[in-house]
T-cell receptor, first 111, second 118 residues
Framework: SQELEQSPQSLIVQEGKNLTINCTSSKTLYGLYWYKQKYGEGLIFLMMLQKGGEEKSHEKITAKLDEKKQQSSLHITASQPSHAGIYLCGADKAAGNKLTFGGGTRVLVKP | GAVVSQHPSRVICKSGTSVKIECRSLDFQATTMFWYRQFPKQSLMLMATSNEGSKATYEQGVEKDKFLINHASLTLSTLTVTSAHPEDSSFYIC??????????????FGPGTRLTVL
């Protein structure tokens, strides 16, 4: 099975500061998804990466996939309280959109 | 983005009863839907793949007779937890891939159903 490790497990940042979350796979990632979840709620799709070296941005969030397609990072610039939540990376399980998820990173933004 | 609904959002039941959870794709038809389970403070774990017109496929360790899946139409999949026990208490989330289930498509998740078995 494809293991996904996220780091850190949790972090607290001051509002306005940047933060980075990493997602590392033991195998080549064929499709990498980033989601945000508030506790007890569904997942909000953030980004999907497929190609080595790919980088995508939306508003203040940037996600990258390394050339080897085994590591991805999610970077939030000038964090705001609205960025608080649990961030999950998910990898396509080799075929057909079955996703394996990392353990999640709990983000708290202090005003 | 596509909208996926789940019903109910929250259910409490007695041990031994069965509970049905619905997942609906409101924006497009889906031949494939996925069911995940999330225990408190843990990540999502894929339970099964719901296939329209054929049997669901279950992940290793998931009892197919306990978690009955019916893909009734191209927009509806149901998960029935039979003879529920307290250890089945969890957050159940469905997802719908765009693009008809081909590779690397965006996946849309429902809002989840929190099941509590007393």
């Amino acid at each position: 099975s494809q293991e996904l490790e996220q780091s850190p497990q949790s972090l607290i940042v001051q509002e306005g500061k940047n933060l980075t979350i990493n997602c590392t796979s033991s195998k080549t990632l064929y499709g990498l998804y980033w989601y945000k979840q508030k506790y007890g709620e569904g997942l909000i799709f953030l980004m999907m990466l497929q190609k080595g070296g790919e980088e995508k941005s939306h508003e203040k969030i940037t996600a990258k996939l390394d050339e080897k397609k085994q590591q991805s990072s999610l970077h939030i610039t000038a964090s705001q309280p609205s960025h608080a939540g649990i961030y999950l990376c998910g990898a396509d399980k080799a075929a057909g959109n079955k996703l394996t998820f990392g353990g999640g990173t709990r983000v708290l933004v202090k005003p | 983005g596509a909208v996926v609904s789940q019903h109910p959002s929250r259910v409490i039941c007695k041990s031994g009863t069965s509970v049905k959870i619905e997942c609906r794709s409101l924006d497009f038809q889906a031949t494939t839907m996925f069911w995940y389970r999330q225990f408190p403070k843990q990540s999502l774990m894929l339970m099964a793949t719901s296939n329209e017109g054929s049997k669901a496929t279950y992940e290793q360790g998931v009892e197919k007779d306990k978690f009955l899946i019916n893909h009734a139409s191209l927009t509806l999949s149901t998960l029935t937890v039979t003879s529920a026990h307290p250890e089945d208490s969890s957050f159940y989330i469905c997802s719908v891939p765009s693009g008809g289930g081909t590779f690397y498509n965006e996946q849309f998740f429902g809002p989840g159903t929190r099941l509590t078995v007393l």
